[in-house]
């Protein structure tokens, strides 16, 4: 494993504030707020710039990045959904979004780094994979700190269901993420391929 | 909001918590909140909430940072109150309305699921009022110093947070300046179906991109040009210290701990 060079830090960091300004992006498009079935959803790009982690970063960069993310968030950062950060935000029903993120990163990475070329299937295919991380931990995560440490007792189906409009809008921006992908790699080295 | 972006959610002071290293803090911190899961009985709540309330006025934070805190929460203290008021079907019946029946056994235990979620937000907002996010990031490296020994690049996630922790303000800046260009030219982010808004993400990514890459690529030139060669013999600005406060302040917790195993109901 080769150490981590000062190019390698600095995107790292530049994916943590895309992750902040991802979180928070209706504050300077409020009208980004889209309504699905009823609902407003509020529209984040979170999951999208973790896939995109992922893809640019690698696995390992990518991963560790998106552990910057939380621990900026948990010190007190307020870079989280809704401008806010404290570790509060990690026992709350939704850390385990934040949480999930350095997997979906971590696997995205995995697939991209396998194939050397991917192509915009593949692309495609790993971003869906990492959006079923991220909804998998996430909502089992709420799953259990509902039935456990807020002693709400909700059934697993419920809490999905409670997800789905925002499930039907992260689908959606991650494969305008792969197809986005494909548009970077023709302009920028990968940093993982970087020599 | 740009001031609020670099110091976190730090209320500047001199009082003893301002004054505790970090790495003194966030291990109370992290043993409290798992304590605050194992009170059951009254007193041991007691035990805790004189605690919290006691590190609350020995900052001397101002309340009204303490109550910015925790509106975010409030609806979902009152949410769970409520719910288990309906809920719980456990003691007697103390309320009768209409076709409700409200338990004993329901009042106490949103009661107290109430007091847990005031005290965890009391508590680690405590942690992030006294404490710069500066000093936090120098607290975690050197907390996290033995995952070396399995290669975890400790130092290199300090350094990665410091970064983030100067561009986190330029780049919301600079996604700011992006909505008004675009906006200026006629993009319009108002109305269209979802299809269209989500189109409207296009223009905004790729000019925010180019500015983060750019900055990236700049600082990475920078750093090597200083000659940045890793965390190997680095010296630090700040150091940190264990000092005679912070070992009472510990030798103070353990009581505490000690005294709510000693209340607990364990029946």
């Known amino acids: ?195 | 909001m740009n001031n609020s972006l670099i110091i976190g959610q730090y209320v500047p002071g001199n009082s003893l918590v301002h004054k505790l290293d970090p790495r003194t803090k966030i291990t109370i911190i992290f043993f409290y909140v798992i304590t605050v899961f194992f009170a059951n009985s009254l007193a041991s709540y007691s035990v805790l909430v004189v605690f919290a309330l006691a590190c609350m006025f020995t900052s001397r934070v101002p309340l009204r940072f303490i109550m910015k805190g925790l509106t975010p929460v409030w609806f979902l203290i009152i949410f769970t109150f409520i719910l288990h008021l309906f809920v719980t079907k456990e003691g007697t019946v103390i309320f009768d309305f209409w076709i409700f029946e409200f338990y004993s056994g329901g009042v106490i235990q949103g009661f107290a699921i109430s007091i847990r979620f005031f005290l965890l937000i009391l508590v680690t907002s405590l942690l992030t009022l006294t404490t710069t996010p500066i000093e936090i990031t120098d607290a975690i490296e050197d907390m996290l110093r033995p995952l070396n020994k399995v290669r975890f690049p400790v130092h290199e996630l300090a350094l990665m947070m410091s970064i983030s922790l100067r561009f986190i303000p330029t780049l919301m800046q600079e996604t700011d300046k992006i909505s008004r260009a675009q906006a200026s030219r006629g993009v319009d982010f108002r109305t269209g179906p979802i299809k269209d808004r989500i189109k409207a993400v296009v223009p905004l990514l790729v000019p925010l991109f180019v500015s983060a890459f750019k900055r990236a690529e700049e600082l990475a030139m920078a750093m090597e040009a200083r000659g940045y060669q890793g965390g190997e013999g680095r010296t630090k600005l700040r150091e940190l210290k264990i000092e005679l406060r912070d070992i009472m302040v510990y030798l103070l917790f353990a009581c505490v701990i000690a005294l709510l195993f000693l209340t607990r109901n364990y029946s």
Do not use: H
Request: proline share 5%; net charge positive.
């Open chain 1, 1 to 195: 494993m080769r150490r981590l060079r000062a190019i390698d830090l600095t995107y790292g960091a530049v994916f943590v504030c895309l992750m902040a300004i991802g979180a928070n992006i209706t504050v300077w498009f409020p009208i980004l707020a889209v309504p699905i079935g009823g609902t407003s959803v509020p529209l984040s790009l979170q999951t999208f710039f973790a896939i995109l982690a992922g893809f640019m970063l690698g696995k390992r960069l990518g991963s560790l990045s998106m552990l910057t993310y939380l621990l900026l968030g948990t010190a007190g950062v307020p870079i989280f959904a809704g401008l806010e950060g404290g570790p509060f935000a990690l026992i709350s029903p939704t850390g385990g979004f934040i949480i999930s993120f350095i997997f979906v990163a971590y696997f995205v990475g995995l697939i991209a780094e396998w194939y050397k070329s991917p192509s915009i299937l593949i692309y495609t295919v790993a971003a869906i994979i990492g959006l079923l991380i991220n909804y998998g931990l996430g909502v089992s995560y709420m799953y259990i700190a509902m039935n456990t440490w807020l002693e709400l007792t909700i059934s697993y189906s419920i809490a999905w269901i409670g997800m789905i409009p925002f499930l039907i809008k992260d689908a959606i921006l991650s494969i305008v993420a792969a197809t986005f992908m494909v548009n970077i790699t023709k302009r920028l080295p990968l940093l993982w391929q970087r020599a």
